[in-house]
């Protein structure tokens, strides 16, 4: 049974930092890829970040450029997203999500309905 754990989350003031976790147990993810989604009240699920298990390319919503860095730890199964310079905008419920990235080279990497397992999300709020 695959699982994803997420943990990290909290409230930071604006401009400040914070490092998401994303433990991965369940199944080997070598033909995979991770992603990260964020989901603000009332909001679809965005786009966030995605790293490809193996070779560790990565991919980020052009909102989030500059300031966040999404990593993998291969021997933990464990993806990271780094997130600096924190805006109120970027308050939202943070998830991890596992889907097979054969595919990724057309862009579907940002799509929610790519990802086969989610995790339960972890809150990230952003205070002015």
């Known amino acids: 049974q695959v699982q994803l754990v997420e943990s990290g989350g909290g409230l930071v003031q604006a401009g400040g930092s914070l490092r998401l976790s994303c433990a991965a147990s369940g199944r080997t993810f070598s033909n995979y890829g991770m992603g990260w989604f964020h989901q603000a009240p009332g909001k679809d699920r965005e786009f966030v970040a995605a790293?490809?298990?193996?070779?560790?390319?990565?991919f980020y919503a052009d909102s989030v450029k500059g300031r966040f860095t999404i990593s993998r730890d291969t021997a933990k199964n464990t993806v990271y997203l780094q997130m600096n310079s924190l805006k109120p905008d970027d308050t939202a419920v943070y998830f991890c999500?596992?889907?097979?990235?054969?595919?990724?080279?057309?862009?579907?990497?940002?799509?929610?309905?790519?990802?086969?397992?989610w995790g339960q999300g972890t809150q990230v709020t952003v205070s002015s």
């Open positions: 790293i490809t298990w193996n070779l560790g390319v990565t």
């Open positions: 999500a596992a889907g097979a990235s054969g595919t990724w080279f057309t862009g579907s990497y940002s799509k929610p309905h790519e990802y086969d397992y």
